[in-house]
Antibody
Framework: EVQLVESGGVVVQPGGSLRLSCAASGFTFDDYTMHWVRQAPGKGLEWVSLISWDGGSTYYADSVKGRFTISRDNSKNSLYLQMNSLRTEDTALYYC????????????WGQGTLVTVSS | DIQMTQSPSSLSASVGDRVTITCQAS??????LNWYQQKPGKAPKLLIYDASNLETGVPSRFSGSGSGTDFTFTISSLQPEDIATYYCQQYDNLPTFGQGTRLEIK
């Protein structure tokens, strides 16, 4: 059974930093592109970032480019999101999502971890 | 970026009704379009991929159609358990979602 378990969400002040983690199991992690998708409270879904199976390619939404860094450790079956220079508008539930291959769409999602940026 | 315009933003319908949601892309995306269902407090669930293909295990009352820039999602006979928010998502380029359609029972 595929499982994605996010962690690391906390309350942080504007300008602060945070690292999210996603522990993956139930599939061959290093065969798949992985994504982060977020959802602000009461709002819609926003794709944040993706990383290729080997970490060699990464892409970001314009809203986070230059502030967030996605990475992965295939030896640990783990995905990460380093978030710097956080803004109040980054407040959201952050989901880790598995790609179907490298297609750009999502067949499994975690339950999310909540990041609140507030003073 | 490819913009996805989804309508309506909310919809109220009765059990047994036929429900239709539309999604328009800002440029041609062929059939690179998916539909997801999100129930309150839950992660999204894939229902339709490649515009018209039903994900395994999804009831046949759900369907999708379209190509190019215009797409449609249909529930043929609304059931109480279908209450959720529905999102389209394109993957012709970096992924983007529609704004969502909140579906309620009348």
């Amino acid at each position: 059974e595929v499982q994605l378990v996010e962690s690391g969400g906390v309350v942080v002040q504007p300008g602060g930093s945070l690292r999210l983690s996603c522990a993956a199991s139930g599939f061959t992690f290093d065969d798949y592109t992985m994504h982060w998708v977020r959802q602000a409270p009461g709002k819609g879904l926003e794709w944040v970032s993706l990383i290729s199976w080997d970490g060699g390619s990464t892409y970001y939404a314009d809203s986070v480019k230059g502030r967030f860094t996605i990475s992965r450790d295939n030896s640990k079956n783990s995905l990460y999101l380093q978030m710097n220079s956080l803004r109040t508008e980054d407040t959201a539930l952050y989901y880790c999502a598995k790609d179907t291959g490298s297609s750009g769409w999502f067949d499994y999602w975690g339950q999310g971890t909540l990041v609140t940026v507030s003073s | 970026d490819i913009q996805m315009t989804q309508s309506p933003s909310s919809l109220s319908a009765s059990v047994g009704d036929r429900v239709t949601i539309t999604c328009q892309a800002s440029q041609d995306i062929s059939n690179y379009l998916n539909w997801y269902q999100q129930k309150p407090g839950k992660a999204p669930k894939l229902l339709i991929y490649d515009a018209s293909n039903l994900e395994t295990g999804v009831p046949s009352r759900f369907s999708g159609s379209g190509s190019g820039t215009d797409f449609t999602f249909t529930i043929s006979s609304l059931q109480p358990e279908d209450i959720a928010t529905y999102y389209c998502q394109q993957y012709d380029n970096l992924p983007t979602f529609g704004q969502g359609t909140r579906l309620e029972i009348k």
